[in-house]
Protein backbone atom coordinates (compact mmCIF):
# COMPACT_ATOMS: atom_id res chain seq x y z
CA UNK A 1 0.00 0.00 0.00
CA UNK A 2 1.16 3.50 -0.94
CA UNK A 3 0.93 6.72 0.93
CA UNK A 4 -2.21 7.90 -1.59
CA UNK A 5 -3.88 4.27 -0.91
CA UNK A 6 -4.89 5.17 2.93
CA UNK A 7 -7.67 6.97 4.20
CA UNK A 8 -7.41 10.68 3.51
CA UNK A 9 -7.22 10.81 7.88
CA UNK A 10 -4.20 8.61 8.21
CA UNK A 11 -1.65 9.48 5.77
CA UNK A 12 0.99 10.90 7.77
CA UNK A 13 1.64 13.96 5.21
CA UNK A 14 -2.04 15.02 5.24
CA UNK A 15 -2.04 14.47 9.17
CA UNK A 16 0.98 16.31 9.19
CA UNK A 17 -0.48 19.52 7.01
CA UNK A 18 -3.73 19.72 9.06
CA UNK A 19 -2.44 19.14 12.68
CA UNK A 20 1.17 20.14 12.57
CA UNK A 21 4.54 17.94 12.67
CA UNK A 22 4.33 17.73 16.66
CA UNK A 23 0.73 15.30 16.23
CA UNK A 24 2.86 12.64 14.19
CA UNK A 25 3.82 8.95 15.85
CA UNK A 26 8.00 8.68 15.48
CA UNK A 27 6.46 5.96 12.72
CA UNK A 28 4.92 8.62 10.43
CA UNK A 29 7.51 10.73 10.65
CA UNK A 30 9.85 8.13 9.84
CA UNK A 31 7.07 7.00 6.81
CA UNK A 32 7.04 10.48 5.59
CA UNK A 33 10.77 10.52 5.18
CA UNK A 34 10.96 7.01 3.63
CA UNK A 35 8.00 7.91 1.01
CA UNK A 36 8.19 3.98 0.01
CA UNK A 37 7.97 0.64 1.56
CA UNK A 38 9.22 -2.35 0.10
CA UNK A 39 8.34 -5.60 -1.02
CA UNK A 40 5.84 -6.67 0.70
CA UNK A 41 6.30 -4.26 3.19
CA UNK A 42 3.61 -1.20 2.67
CA UNK A 43 5.97 2.29 3.97
CA UNK A 44 3.87 2.49 7.27
CA UNK A 45 4.59 -0.87 8.28
CA UNK A 46 8.48 -0.61 7.43
CA UNK A 47 8.29 2.72 9.51
CA UNK A 48 6.81 0.86 12.71
CA UNK A 49 9.55 -1.74 11.93
CA UNK A 50 12.47 0.07 12.01
CA UNK A 51 11.47 2.28 15.32
CA UNK A 52 11.39 -0.76 17.13
CA UNK A 53 14.34 -2.59 15.61
CA UNK A 54 16.86 0.51 15.97
CA UNK A 55 15.04 1.02 19.30
CA UNK A 56 13.54 4.24 18.23
CA UNK A 57 14.30 7.24 15.98
CA UNK A 58 17.27 8.18 17.63
CA UNK A 59 18.73 4.66 17.27
CA UNK A 60 18.39 5.08 13.44
CA UNK A 61 19.36 8.24 13.16
CA UNK A 62 22.88 7.46 14.69
CA UNK A 63 23.20 4.16 13.13
CA UNK A 64 26.23 3.13 11.58
CA UNK A 65 26.36 2.89 7.95
CA UNK A 66 27.01 -0.26 7.77
CA UNK A 67 24.01 -1.24 10.88
CA UNK A 68 21.88 1.68 8.16
CA UNK A 69 22.34 -0.30 5.20
CA UNK A 70 21.97 -3.71 6.37
CA UNK A 71 18.36 -3.21 6.55
CA UNK A 72 16.08 -3.98 3.93
CA UNK A 73 14.50 -1.28 2.04
CA UNK A 74 17.32 0.73 3.29
CA UNK A 75 20.66 2.10 1.84
CA UNK A 76 23.09 4.68 0.95
CA UNK A 77 21.04 6.54 -0.75
CA UNK A 78 18.38 7.04 2.24
CA UNK A 79 21.68 6.79 4.98
CA UNK A 80 23.20 10.20 3.09
CA UNK A 81 20.25 11.76 3.51
CA UNK A 82 19.28 11.24 7.16
CA UNK A 83 23.04 12.62 7.83
CA UNK A 84 21.92 15.39 5.78
CA UNK A 85 18.74 16.20 7.57
CA UNK A 86 21.20 15.77 10.89
CA UNK A 87 23.21 18.55 9.61
CA UNK A 88 20.43 20.39 8.48
CA UNK A 89 19.54 20.67 12.30
CA UNK A 90 22.46 21.15 14.09
CA UNK A 91 23.35 23.67 11.50
CA UNK A 92 19.66 25.49 12.19
CA UNK A 93 20.93 25.44 16.17
CA UNK A 94 24.12 26.50 15.67
CA UNK A 95 22.54 29.69 13.60
CA UNK A 96 22.79 32.11 16.59
CA UNK A 97 26.61 31.56 17.43
CA UNK A 98 27.84 31.52 13.92
CA UNK A 99 26.43 34.72 13.57
CA UNK A 100 28.78 35.68 16.55
CA UNK A 101 26.26 36.30 19.41
CA UNK A 102 27.65 36.06 23.07
CA UNK A 103 26.88 32.93 24.79
CA UNK A 104 24.48 34.85 27.65
CA UNK A 105 23.50 31.73 29.75
CA UNK A 106 24.03 28.51 30.37
CA UNK A 107 21.24 27.11 29.05
CA UNK A 108 22.54 29.08 25.36
CA UNK A 109 25.40 26.50 25.61
CA UNK A 110 23.12 23.30 26.52
CA UNK A 111 21.50 23.79 23.64
CA UNK A 112 24.04 24.20 21.00
CA UNK A 113 26.58 20.73 22.74
CA UNK A 114 23.39 18.85 22.81
CA UNK A 115 23.02 19.63 19.04
CA UNK A 116 26.57 18.80 18.46
CA UNK A 117 27.96 16.33 20.62
CA UNK A 118 24.15 14.36 21.99
CA UNK A 119 24.08 11.67 18.96
CA UNK A 120 27.79 10.64 18.23
CA UNK A 121 28.21 6.60 19.24
CA UNK A 122 31.53 7.43 20.10
CA UNK A 123 33.04 9.78 22.67
CA UNK A 124 34.57 12.89 21.38
CA UNK A 125 35.87 15.78 23.39
CA UNK A 126 35.42 19.40 22.66
CA UNK A 127 36.12 23.17 22.93
CA UNK A 128 34.20 26.29 22.70
CA UNK A 129 36.79 28.97 22.11
CA UNK A 130 35.74 32.30 23.05
CA UNK A 131 36.61 36.05 23.22
CA UNK A 132 36.86 37.92 25.87
CA UNK A 133 33.26 38.89 25.26
CA UNK A 134 32.17 35.24 25.55
CA UNK A 135 31.26 35.17 21.73
CA UNK A 136 32.25 32.13 20.19
CA UNK A 137 35.44 32.16 18.17
CA UNK A 138 35.80 28.83 16.95
CA UNK A 139 34.00 25.32 17.74
CA UNK A 140 35.93 22.48 17.64
CA UNK A 141 36.07 18.74 18.38
CA UNK A 142 39.80 18.06 19.96
CA UNK A 143 39.83 14.46 20.52
CA UNK A 144 37.76 11.45 19.36
CA UNK A 145 37.62 7.93 20.91
CA UNK A 146 35.80 5.01 21.50
CA UNK A 147 32.50 4.72 23.47
CA UNK A 148 35.43 3.87 26.82
CA UNK A 149 36.79 7.22 25.91
CA UNK A 150 39.29 9.76 24.73
CA UNK A 151 42.67 10.54 25.53
CA UNK A 152 43.17 14.64 25.76
CA UNK A 153 46.54 15.84 25.64
CA UNK A 154 46.96 19.61 27.71
CA UNK A 155 49.45 20.70 25.89
CA UNK A 156 47.64 19.65 22.25
CA UNK A 157 44.59 21.75 24.12
CA UNK A 158 46.97 25.19 24.44
CA UNK A 159 48.31 25.25 21.52
CA UNK A 160 44.71 25.26 19.87
CA UNK A 161 43.68 27.97 22.52
CA UNK A 162 46.72 29.93 21.24
CA UNK A 163 45.97 29.64 17.70
CA UNK A 164 42.28 30.97 17.92
CA UNK A 165 43.33 33.58 20.49
CA UNK A 166 40.87 32.75 23.05
CA UNK A 167 40.22 34.34 26.12
CA UNK A 168 38.09 31.23 27.93
CA UNK A 169 37.41 27.87 26.85
CA UNK A 170 34.14 25.70 27.60
CA UNK A 171 35.42 22.35 27.24
CA UNK A 172 32.53 19.64 26.72
CA UNK A 173 31.89 16.07 25.79
CA UNK A 174 29.66 13.16 25.73
CA UNK A 175 28.74 9.92 27.09
CA UNK A 176 27.69 7.72 24.94
CA UNK A 177 26.12 5.81 27.78
CA UNK A 178 23.06 8.60 27.89
CA UNK A 179 24.50 9.02 31.23
CA UNK A 180 25.38 12.17 31.83
CA UNK A 181 26.71 12.28 35.43
CA UNK A 182 30.56 13.25 35.15
CA UNK A 183 32.84 10.80 36.45
CA UNK A 184 35.87 11.30 38.55
CA UNK A 185 38.27 11.36 35.97
CA UNK A 186 36.38 14.08 33.78
CA UNK A 187 36.55 15.87 37.29
CA UNK A 188 40.33 15.36 37.46
CA UNK A 189 40.57 16.45 33.71
CA UNK A 190 39.00 19.34 33.52
CA UNK A 191 41.47 20.77 36.73
CA UNK A 192 44.54 20.17 34.97
CA UNK A 193 43.15 21.58 31.79
CA UNK A 194 42.48 24.41 33.65
CA UNK A 195 45.65 24.56 35.40
CA UNK A 196 47.14 24.53 32.10
CA UNK A 197 45.31 27.25 30.16
CA UNK A 198 45.74 29.33 33.07
CA UNK A 199 49.86 29.83 32.35
CA UNK A 200 48.93 31.28 29.45
CA UNK A 201 45.83 33.74 30.84
CA UNK A 202 43.11 31.37 29.28
CA UNK A 203 40.28 30.96 31.43
CA UNK A 204 38.19 27.83 31.61
CA UNK A 205 34.40 28.47 32.36
CA UNK A 206 32.99 25.20 32.20
CA UNK A 207 33.22 21.74 31.41
CA UNK A 208 30.05 20.10 30.00
CA UNK A 209 28.74 16.54 30.24
CA UNK A 210 26.39 15.55 27.55
CA UNK A 211 24.27 13.00 27.79
CA UNK A 212 21.18 11.90 25.89
CA UNK A 213 18.50 14.75 26.26
CA UNK A 214 20.65 16.11 29.48
CA UNK A 215 24.03 18.20 29.78
CA UNK A 216 25.73 18.38 33.04
CA UNK A 217 27.94 21.91 33.84
CA UNK A 218 30.86 20.64 36.78
CA UNK A 219 31.03 24.61 37.14
CA UNK A 220 27.24 24.30 38.43
CA UNK A 221 28.58 21.66 40.24
CA UNK A 222 31.24 23.19 42.09
CA UNK A 223 34.03 20.68 40.52
CA UNK A 224 36.14 22.76 39.23
Not at 25 to 32: F, G, Q, V, Y
Request: aromatic share 6%.
Amino acid sequence: MSNSDWPTDERPRERLLAHGANSLSDAELLAIFLRTGTAGMPVMALARHLTEAFGGLRGLMTASRRQFCDVKGLGTAKYAQVQAAMEMARRVMDEPLRQGDPLRSPEDTRRFLCSRLGTYPHEVFSGLFLDNRHRVIRYQELFRGTIDGAAVYPREVVRQALEFNAAAVIFAHNHPSGVAEPSQSDISLTRRLKEALGLVDIRVLDHMVVGHGEVISLAERGLM
